[in-house]
């Protein structure tokens, strides 16, 4: 927790100012979680201080937001790229990435539970930058670093390498193990991308970790309908199960179809539904292991299939339309 606070105090995020009138400010909290590597193994327990942004009313105390994240077929790309050169990729880290961000807003906070400034305890703070919590803090973060790759004569769209050292503290974190959930296993002959780990964690979340296994995710030839006079079941449990499936997508193929076919099922889920999405667990039961490998002596051709079936949907007749798109051997979308 002084940890956090030193950084805060380093990157000058917020002044001690009297809350102006017809203001208010927003609680902070302290938010811990323990990081784990790509075996489960915590390595870092980290504490944060966040704003209680869900408190801010949008229209008033923020416009646009989005998320800046990592397509991950832009990763897939990098990492094809990455197994036909050769590289080995390494991976940073940008600490307290958000508090780099500025924000234009007006925004006032609490002083930390615990951590009031003595002198001045009804006082609170005018945030300069990007807490995290905030609504802003993403899109703040985004626009302080593409700013500043644009200004170092970067343009975008061309992947580079860029040297962020004299902008912001970073720290290096080794050869490129673990990213976004994705086990990346980097090999003299190629990349091997899989999540057994996450795998794992969701087979024994919903308690598939004894159960039997079968060799396909769906059952061939059985096209599925709303079964109205079926018996419901709990949506929450539904969509949750769907959810965890559909993350796991980004490096199993071979369960993609099944989890689209299902989630349609979503908004009233029957008993039917629910046992056909429980087929996919027990699949992934019998294949935890299985991932995309991307072999280096590939060529790097860019090849793409598709495959269309007119008005083939059980439900509705429409007609359902599929794709992949391959770099000679290597998946990436």
């Known amino acids: 927790m002084q940890e956090e606070l030193l950084q805060v105090k380093l990157q000058k995020v917020w002044t001690l100012v009297d809350l102006p009138n017809g203001k208010r400010a927003i609680g902070t909290k302290w938010v811990f979680r323990n990081k784990k590597d790509e075996r489960g193994i915590v390595v870092k327990n980290k504490a944060r201080l966040v704003a209680q942004g869900y408190t801010q009313e949008e229209g008033i105390d923020y416009d646009e937001v989005f998320a800046p994240v990592s397509k991950i ?16 990729v390494y991976q940073m880290d940008v600490k307290s990435a958000y508090l780099d961000g500025t924000i234009e807003e007006e925004v006032y906070v609490c002083q930390p539970l615990g951590f009031e400034d003595p002198q001045f305890p009804d006082k609170v703070y005018k945030v300069e930058k990007a807490v995290y919590g905030l609504h802003k803090a993403p899109r703040a973060w985004y626009e302080t670093l593409s700013t500043y790759i644009l200004e170092n004569r970067f343009r975008r769209g061309i992947l580079t390498r860029l040297c962020l050292s004299r902008r912001t503290k970073m720290s290096s974190m080794g050869e490129l193990t673990f990213f976004l959930g994705l086990q990346v296993q980097q090999k003299k002959d190629g990349i091997f991308i899989s999540q057994d780990k996450y795998v794992a964690d969701i087979l024994k979340k919903f308690d598939f970790v004894n159960v039997k296994t079968t060799s396909t995710p769906m059952e061939p030839n059985k096209a599925l309908n709303m079964d109205a006079e079926a018996e419901d079941v709990d949506g929450h449990l539904h969509i949750s199960m769907i959810g965890s499936l559909m993350y796991l997508t980004a490096s199993r193929p071979d369960i993609t179809f099944a989890v689209c076919a299902y989630t349609r099922f979503q908004v009233t889920p029957k008993a039917s539904h629910l046992h056909v999405v429980k087929r996919i667990f027990r699949y992934l039961k019998g294949q935890p292991k ?21 008005a083939g949907a059980s439900l509705d007749r429409k007609s359902i339309t599929g794709g992949c798109q391959f770099l000679r051997r290597r998946l990436i979308s």
Do not use: H, K
């Open 290 to 310: 299985l991932g995309l490998w991307y072999s280096r002596d590939s060529p790097f051709d860019l090849e793409a299939f598709y495959d269309s079936d007119y």
């Open 73 to 88: 077929e832009a990763i897939r790309l990098f990492l094809a790229y990455a197994s036909f050169m050769g590289f080995i």
